[in-house]
T-cell receptor, first 115, second 111 residues
């Protein structure tokens, strides 16, 4: 049973550049959420995708955007990178069919460093 | 705006004893509370949840207690094992689709 996978594992970008992070949900899951975890902090909710639509968003600027594909995989795009965007980006999946969409399964994350 | 707070950055416990991790929240509208465990270089792993209409949920060595009047929940691990050493996150689900996490408590279980 494949868990949540994310790519790449690590990424180094320069200020002002754009980045795309990828996530494949756990088998059987149809909902994907993205989180940003800064050092020493808990994960902060960016947004959630379901049925290829963004259905809720946290307090993140429009530079952060996403996409969900028909196979439920997802991408997180960040434009005009700032030094403060350096963080661990976590993808989490859940199932709308179980009635427990609050139980999320996380991937290992992508460590983004902006220089 | 920290709606979920874990005020203890770290906790050290002897193997075999009880570990108690605490969490406070401010929003009465949360419908579920969850605990996640995180090892280095891995994503958080779901441990246990509790509905806002319950006051206790138990799963093996892990028990979560919810005190709604105090807006406080705790995770008890009995008995603690060295493999339990990790960062524990308390989280709250808003009833929409958003989950809010605390900053985490690092648990050290000494052999």
């Amino acid at each position: 049973d494949a868990g949540v996978t994310q790519s790449p594992t690590h990424l180094i970008k320069t200020r002002g550049q754009q980045v795309t992070l990828r996530c494949s949900p756990k088998s059987g899951h149809d909902t994907v959420s993205w989180y940003q975890q800064a050092l020493g902090q808990g994960p902060q909710f960016i947004f959630q995708y379901y049925e290829e639509e963004e259905r809720q968003r946290g307090n993140f600027p429009d530079r952060f955007s996403g996409h969900q594909f028909p196979n439920y995989s997802s991408e997180l795009n960040v434009n005009a990178l700032l030094l403060g965007d350096s963080a661990l980006y976590l993808c989490a999946s859940s199932s709308s069919r179980t009635g427990k969409n609050y139980e999320q399964y996380f991937g290992p994350g992508t460590r983004l460093t902006v220089t | 705006d920290q709606q979920v707070k874990q005020n203890s950055p770290s906790l050290s416990v002897q193997e075999g004893r009880i570990s108690i991790l605490n969490c406070d929240y401010t929003n009465s509208m949360f419908d579920y509370f969850l605990w996640y465990k995180k090892y280095p270089a891995e994503g958080p792993t779901f441990l246990i949840s509790i509905s806002s209409i319950k006051d206790k949920n138990e799963d093996g060595r892990f028990t979560v207690f919810l005190n709604k009047s105090a807006k406080h929940l705790s995770l008890h691990i009995v008995p603690s094992q060295p493999g339990d050493s990790a960062v524990y996150f308390c989280a709250a689900h808003t009833g929409g689709f958003k989950t809010i996490f605390g900053a985490g408590t690092r648990l050290f279980v000494k052999a």
